[in-house]
T-cell receptor, first 114, second 112 residues
């Protein structure tokens, strides 16, 4: 049981480049989310999804796109990378019927934009 | 609006108890969580408490919730060096897609 898998683990981009952060879960969870973690700011919600075909914006959505074509996958796309997007990105999934509705997190993608 | 606050650092000696505090502002929170993050890793759910509870105990962990003051605490008994990590409190609201609002995190350092 792999849980939540994120790829890549590390990435360096040049300003203006685009890329996709991959996230896959094998727990048949309906809910998935993307967070970014910055020092002293905790985790902030970028986008989330309550099921295949349904996505919505979180607290800091600008510069990011998501789609949810399957239950398992929830990729995060950076359209034109900026230094302000240097961060650690976490994908998480949850089942609405799970204990306390707590999320299972991936191990993160550390992104540096130069 | 939602705002969750924590102190940034806590240092304790091995064997002592640790108490990590958190305040939140959204009175409609349904669940409140404590997550642990070890260096270079994702977040691990430690425990949670439903908003109609005052206390929850799980082995060395005790969660206290004061709804009147919107104050949540995590007590770790007999703190060990393996407890050194960042601890995040988080809140969620029913019907919000299980969105979590996180605190800034408390760095716990356990000294010998």
């Amino acid at each position: 049981n792999a849980g939540v898998t994120q790829t890549p683990k590390f990435q360096v981009l040049k300003t203006g480049q685009s890329m996709t952060l991959q996230c896959a879960q094998d727990m048949n969870h309906e809910y998935m989310s993307w967070y970014r973690q910055d020092p002293g700011m905790g985790l902030r919600l970028i986008h989330y999804s309550v099921g295949a075909g349904i996505t919505d914006q979180g607290e800091v959505p600008n510069g990011y796109n998501v789609s949810r074509s399957t239950t398992e996958d929830f990729p995060l796309r950076l359209l034109s990378a900026a230094p302000s997007q240097t961060s650690v990105y976490f994908c998480a999934s949850s089942s609405p019927g799970g204990p306390g509705y707590g999320y299972t997190f991936g191990s993160g993608t550390r992104l540096t934009v130069v | 609006g939602e705002d969750v606050e924590q102190s940034l650092f806590l240092s304790v000696r091995e064997g002592d108890s640790s108490v990590i505090n958190c305040t939140y502002t959204d009175s409609s929170s349904t669940y409140l969580y404590w997550y642990k993050q070890e260096p270079g890793a994702g977040l691990q759910l430690l425990t949670y408490i439903f908003s109609n509870m005052d206390m929850k105990q799980d082995q060395r962990l005790t969660v206290l919730l004061n709804k009147k003051d919107k104050h949540l605490s995590l007590r770790i008994a007999d703190t060990q060096t393996g407890d050194s990590a960042i601890y995040f409190c988080a809140e969620s609201i029913t019907g919000g897609g299980n969105k979590l609002t996180f605190g800034t995190g408390t760095q716990l350092k356990v000294e010998l």
